[in-house]
T-cell receptor
Framework: GESVGLHLPTLSVQEGDNSIINCAYS??????FIWYKQESGKGPQFIID?????DKRQGQRVTVLLNKTVKHLSLQIAATQPGDSAVYFC??????????FGKGTRLHILP | DGGITQSPKYLFRKEGQNVTLSCEQN?????MYWYRQDPGQGLRLIYY???????QKGDIAEGYSVSREKKESFPLTVTSAQKNPTAFYLC?????????????FGPGTRLTVT
């Protein structure tokens, strides 16, 4: 069936550097994508979303890029801080259906 | 403050007992969801409700039951039929269940069954 996946299960980044977390999706009909951040023992927290009629969206220190040609989604975090340590999930939805979550990537910040 | 609350944060039960997890939202959202998360895993959908008095099975509904008698409440019962109930349970809500809307999550309930 259709699914959302991630290229890397764990990403280690030096504090202050930029982080890039990648996600591949397989359903070309997906029209809405979301990135969530989940800290240990807590519920996922919304970071940023993007609709399929856009290819880039920026928030505070975060940017989401959507490449529909290769069905790829990425989350860029600028100037990574210790508080960015968490598991990041991408999610997709299409038409009148529920959101499908990927397995997640753990972001580890090196001092 | 608007948001989603889940209680309790930690729950311990003996095998063979049913247990009900609470989820309440004051965001006036139509849709509510229950997910299960196992260590190092993503979220798996148990049940969801797009409107009061209606709900649908998700991907792993066996051994679980829900009700949606009020817009703000969506309790989940983990029955003794659930083979491996120990997990982290997350409740979420969204403005609409028709797709294209972010889901807001509660803090989760960690259930341990021994």
């Amino acid at each position: 069936g259709e699914s959302v996946g991630l290229h890397l299960p764990t990403l280690s980044v030096q504090e202050g550097d930029n982080s890039i977390i990648n996600c591949a999706y397989s359903n070309s009909a997906s029209d809405y994508f979301i990135w969530y951040k989940q800290e240990s023992g807590k519920g996922p927290q919304f970071i940023i979303d993007i609709r399929s009629n856009m290819d880039k969206r920026q928030g505070q220190r975060v940017t989401v890029l959507l490449n529909k040609t290769v069905k790829h989604l990425s989350l860029q975090i600028a100037a990574t801080q210790p508080g960015d340590s968490a598991v990041y999930f991408c999610a997709e939805s299409w038409r009148d259906d529920k959101i499908i979550f990927g397995k997640g990537t753990r972001l580890h910040i090196l001092p | 403050d608007g948001g989603i609350t889940q209680s309790p944060k930690y729950l311990f039960r003996k095998e063979g007992q049913n247990v009900t997890l609470s989820c309440e939202q004051n965001l006036n959202h139509d849709a509510m969801y229950w997910y299960r998360q196992d260590p190092g895993q993503g979220l798996r959908l148990i049940y969801y409700s797009q409107i009061v008095n209606d709900f649908q099975k998700g991907d792993i509904a066996e051994g679980y039951s829900v009700s949606r008698e009020k817009k703000e409440s969506f309790p989940l019962t983990v029955t003794s039929a659930q083979k491996n109930p120990t997990a982290f349970y997350l409740c979420a809500s969204s403005a609409s269940g028709t797709g294209g809307y972010e889901q807001y999550f509660g803090p989760g309930t960690r259930l341990t069954v021994t």
